[in-house]
């Protein structure tokens, strides 16, 4: 048998072991955060096919968001479980990116927010894909082969949208100024990151992976003439998430607090 | 790497009187629950087992006599998986030994990983094996002339065809 993941994450140094709690707690809310938006589509999107797609989608980054959060818990071994971390927190301690706190919007809110966090999210996998902490890099290779089908649905949206002249690139356009200013929010600076970077558990600073996370992107961009995202406001975090997420959270919550002791 | 563990099976190491039983319990060799794993079938395609998809990684037998099994989710989300580890628990009680089965994840399950056997099960079953979306070909007149409706399907590992040569809606495992 492989050693257990508890036993791995109590061998690193204080700081590093903290620095993997913020990482995977991160990780985790940004595909819980971005996967619970997108099931809103179940049922209401614009085509059958994407329908099918958007929950498809959904329930991948839901199975994500839960392996990471199971992980977590034996990081942590304070015998919390990946269902108390994943809904029993206030709104405040969620640490998934800004650019997920748009709330739902239209299709073309939809497309533009999952083109940029799939990419982003690649990117970030990228970075782990040789980790030093091998529970987390098993994960990510198994996760990396699921997102690149998210990569080419989101991609192959945007090229729709935006090539099509009058209200779909209008449309398209209205929301990438919107996410604009948070458009790189999932490479907010992770307190403790150099640590990880040092430990390989991580290998390269935030601001060096958005700079890979631009270079992909930027071909796409060119290619149907979109304006590419500035650069971001990253000093607020990501515990100021606002009033759209205020009524996520509520509805994501809304089973559990009405009985925090329910088995399935 | 263990991500979770259920254990079914009766208590090890209860004490009380010896009890002969009147069914002859199998030797408990990995070969033997093996074989025996290969019994159960796939909850969401029946015509192919666990074995013949790839997704039975370790099988062990501790030196207690545990029987331990890990198994490799075909999608990190798969909804299926719960199912699977009851019916293996379950097949596996025959052996009367504590059973443990965990999921992994120290190697990915890769559509390389369904046996010649599971991939001709899953033709027979309208199902076209995993391939690259341009390499897909038709179950039923094995026609390359097919197009893809959806990568995203009705479970997360497969996706949406259509054979424009026999007019037939197929879907087709995702290669990963």
């Given at each position: 048998m492989t050693t257990a993941r508890s036993t791995l994450a109590a061998a690193l140094a204080p700081a590093t072991r903290a620095a993997l709690d913020e990482l995977l707690l991160s990780m985790a809310d940004d595909e819980f955060v971005i996967g619970f938006s997108d099931s809103e589509w179940t049922g209401i999107a614009p085509l059958l096919e994407e329908d099918v797609a958007m929950s498809s989608l959904a329930q991948d980054e839901l199975g994500h968001a839960a392996a990471l959060y199971a992980l977590l818990a034996e990081v942590r071994a304070d015998r919390r479980d990946a269902d108390a971390i994943a809904y029993d927190r206030q709104p405040a301690e969620y640490r998934h990116a800004r650019m997920l706190d748009h709330g739902r919007g239209d299709w073309a809110m939809t497309i533009a927010r999952r083109f940029l966090y799939d990419t982003a999210d690649m990117t970030r996998l990228d970075g782990l894909a040789g980790s030093s902490f091998v529970p987390l890099r098993e994960l990510v290779n198994k996760i990396r082969r699921e997102e690149r089908y998210h990569v080419m649905h989101a991609t192959a949206w945007l090229e729709r949208l935006a090539e099509r002249d009058g209200e779909p690139r209008e449309r398209l356009l209205a929301a990438l100024d919107e996410l604009a200013p948070d458009a790189a929010t999932v490479f907010t600076p992770l307190d403790g990151e150099a640590s990880l970077v040092e430990a390989v558990v991580l290998a390269e600073p935030m601001a060096a992976l958005e700079a890979r996370w631009r270079a992909t992107i930027t071909p796409v961009f060119v290619r149907v003439r979109l304006p590419m995202p500035p650069a971001a406001d990253l000093t607020r975090g990501r515990t100021d998430h606002g009033e759209p997420f205020q009524w996520l959270w509520g509805e994501f919550t809304s089973v559990r607090r009405s009985d925090p002791v329910a088995t399935w | 790497m263990a991500v979770g563990r259920i254990h079914v099976g009766p208590a090890f190491g209860s004490g009380g009187d010896v009890v002969i039983e009147a069914v002859a319990v199998p030797d408990a060799s990995v070969e033997a629950i093996r074989s025996a794993l290969a019994d159960v079938a796939d909850p969401e395609i029946p015509a192919i087992s666990i074995v013949d998809l790839g997704i039975v990684h370790r099988v062990d037998v501790s030196g207690d006599g545990r029987i331990l099994v890990e198994l490799l989710p075909t999608f990190v989300g798969c909804p299926a998986i719960e199912a699977i580890r009851s019916a293996v628990s379950e097949r596996l009680a025959a052996f009367g030994r504590p059973v443990d089965v965990a999921i992994s994840f120290e190697v990915p399950w890769t559509s390389e990983r369904i046996t010649p056997a599971g991939r001709r099960h899953l033709s027979e079953s309208g199902f076209a094996p995993p391939a690259e979306p341009e390499d897909v070909r038709c179950p039923y007149c094995d026609s390359a002339n097919v197009a893809m409706?959806?990568?995203?399907?009705?479970?997360?590992?497969r996706s949406l065809f259509y054979c424009r040569a026999c007019r037939q809606p197929f879907e087709s495992f995702k290669a990963v």
């Amino acid at each position: 048998m492989t050693t257990a993941r508890s036993t791995l994450a109590a061998a690193l140094a204080p700081a590093t072991r903290a620095a993997l709690d913020e990482l995977l707690l991160s990780m985790a809310d940004d595909e819980f955060v971005i996967g619970f938006s997108d099931s809103e589509w179940t049922g209401i999107a614009p085509l059958l096919e994407e329908d099918v797609a958007m929950s498809s989608l959904a329930q991948d980054e839901l199975g994500h968001a839960a392996a990471l959060y199971a992980l977590l818990a034996e990081v942590r071994a304070d015998r919390r479980d990946a269902d108390a971390i994943a809904y029993d927190r206030q709104p405040a301690e969620y640490r998934h990116a800004r650019m997920l706190d748009h709330g739902r919007g239209d299709w073309a809110m939809t497309i533009a927010r999952r083109f940029l966090y799939d990419t982003a999210d690649m990117t970030r996998l990228d970075g782990l894909a040789g980790s030093s902490f091998v529970p987390l890099r098993e994960l990510v290779n198994k996760i990396r082969r699921e997102e690149r089908y998210h990569v080419m649905h989101a991609t192959a949206w945007l090229e729709r949208l935006a090539e099509r002249d009058g209200e779909p690139r209008e449309r398209l356009l209205a929301a990438l100024d919107e996410l604009a200013p948070d458009a790189a929010t999932v490479f907010t600076p992770l307190d403790g990151e150099a640590s990880l970077v040092e430990a390989v558990v991580l290998a390269e600073p935030m601001a060096a992976l958005e700079a890979r996370w631009r270079a992909t992107i930027t071909p796409v961009f060119v290619r149907v003439r979109l304006p590419m995202p500035p650069a971001a406001d990253l000093t607020r975090g990501r515990t100021d998430h606002g009033e759209p997420f205020q009524w996520l959270w509520g509805e994501f919550t809304s089973v559990r607090r009405s009985d925090p002791v329910a088995t399935w | 790497m263990a991500v979770g563990r259920i254990h079914v099976g009766p208590a090890f190491g209860s004490g009380g009187d010896v009890v002969i039983e009147a069914v002859a319990v199998p030797d408990a060799s990995v070969e033997a629950i093996r074989s025996a794993l290969a019994d159960v079938a796939d909850p969401e395609i029946p015509a192919i087992s666990i074995v013949d998809l790839g997704i039975v990684h370790r099988v062990d037998v501790s030196g207690d006599g545990r029987i331990l099994v890990e198994l490799l989710p075909t999608f990190v989300g798969c909804p299926a998986i719960e199912a699977i580890r009851s019916a293996v628990s379950e097949r596996l009680a025959a052996f009367g030994r504590p059973v443990d089965v965990a999921i992994s994840f120290e190697v990915p399950w890769t559509s390389e990983r369904i046996t010649p056997a599971g991939r001709r099960h899953l033709s027979e079953s309208g199902f076209a094996p995993p391939a690259e979306p341009e390499d897909v070909r038709c179950p039923y007149c094995d026609s390359a002339n097919v197009a893809m409706d959806n990568a995203f399907g009705p479970t997360l590992c497969r996706s949406l065809f259509y054979c424009r040569a026999c007019r037939q809606p197929f879907e087709s495992f995702k290669a990963v």
